[in-house]
């Protein structure tokens, strides 16, 4: 598993399974010294379901947020003590 993300270290992956595991989304089957994790589909679909209640309503404003930073900003953003 941690090969698969070679720019995350090692304890920043466990962290990331263990708030997955503890969320209810994946399964872990410990097997020798190794732990298997696997997913929870029904669990995923629950959350998707969720995460759709809202996405609908998000898309629209940060394409709102994006059009106004862009005519604000002439499509760049200006840095902390950055002058004009």
Do not use: C
């Not at 589909?41 to 404003?61: A, I, N």
Request: proline share 6%; no cysteine; glycine share 4%.
């Amino acid at each position: 598993m941690v090969a698969a993300f070679p720019a995350l270290p090692q304890p920043d992956i466990s962290r990331h399974l263990r708030v997955l595991r503890e969320a209810g989304l994946v399964n872990m089957s410990p097997k020798a010294q190794q732990r298997i994790y696997s997913l929870r589909p029904s669990k995923l679909r629950e959350l998707d379901e969720w995460v759709s209640l809202y996405r609908e309503f998000w898309s629209g404003r940060l394409d709102t947020l994006e059009a106004h930073l862009d005519q604000t900003y002439d499509g760049r953003v200006k840095r902390r003590g950055e002058r004009e």
